[in-house]
């Protein structure tokens, strides 16, 4: 059993439908702050962002009593590009997995991205900021701080979709089960997001900390050099 992905028929119809709404308001809210504020130049990143997400995703790692478990991606993504465009880039590898591998069903569609997308790029995101404020707002705050919001974020999604499925759950198994199950494992799972998004983060930080959204404010500027004056006699 793969965790999180939810396939057809888990969860009933007007539910799944709502949700599904929820999801496009919430992305087209995204597109629209996306134009906003992308700079040109960060627009490969989320490409190289989400095709990272994307090839994580297909890892499945095992966790407990034959689930297995893989990267969410929401919070790397939303600390890359920002919680815009990382919902956007997370919530595309979604999209290409339902439909071309059938990795969650697509009545469900709605519900992943929920799960997935938004709450690790925008609740995420928050516990992030939250993190790296409590540990001084330095550029050294920014990998620990996305360590430990990419930790809470599959926590997060776990709580989601046990709310989701007392709502509408097809009640094969009792919500305490269901409850007891999904954040026992996901607490697992964030375990390995939260050390594969440090990792991650960390490295561009090394290399291009410009690059980095969660960074911005954070990173001192390096002084003009002031012109040579010729000394005219």
Do not use: K, W
């Amino acid at each position: 059993m793969l965790a999180m992905h939810i396939p057809d028929g888990f969860v009933d119809g007007p539910t799944s439908l709502g949700a599904a709404l929820l999801a496009i308001a919430v992305i087209a809210y995204s597109l629209r702050m996306t134009a906003r504020t992308l700079d040109e130049r960060e627009v490969p990143v989320v490409g190289l962002v989400a095709a990272f997400v994307f090839a994580v995703q297909m890892l499945n790692f095992p966790v407990a009593n034959g689930t297995s478990g893989h990267l969410l991606g929401g919070v790397l993504a939303a600390v890359m590009v920002g919680p815009y465009a990382g919902a956007l880039a997370v919530t595309v590898v979604l999209v290409v997995q339902a439909l071309l591998f059938a990795d969650g069903g697509l009545s469900a569609l709605g519900l992943n991205v929920i799960n997935m997308a938004l709450v690790g790029a925008y609740l995420g995101y928050g516990v992030f900021l939250i993190v790296r404020r409590l540990l001084g707002r330095s550029p050294a705050s920014v990998t620990p701080a996305a360590g430990v919001a990419a930790f809470c974020a599959p926590v997060l999604a776990s709580v989601a979709f046990t709310i989701e499925y007392a709502i509408g759950g097809n009640d094969a198994v009792s919500i305490g089960a269901v409850a007891a199950s999904m954040i026992g494992v996901h607490v697992l799972i964030g375990i390995g997001e939260g050390v594969i998004t440090a990792v991650a983060v960390g490295a561009v930080m090394a290399a291009r900390p410009d690059l980095v959204y969660g960074a911005r404010g954070l990173l001192v500027a390096e002084p003009a050099t002031a012109p040579a004056v010729a000394n005219v006699a």
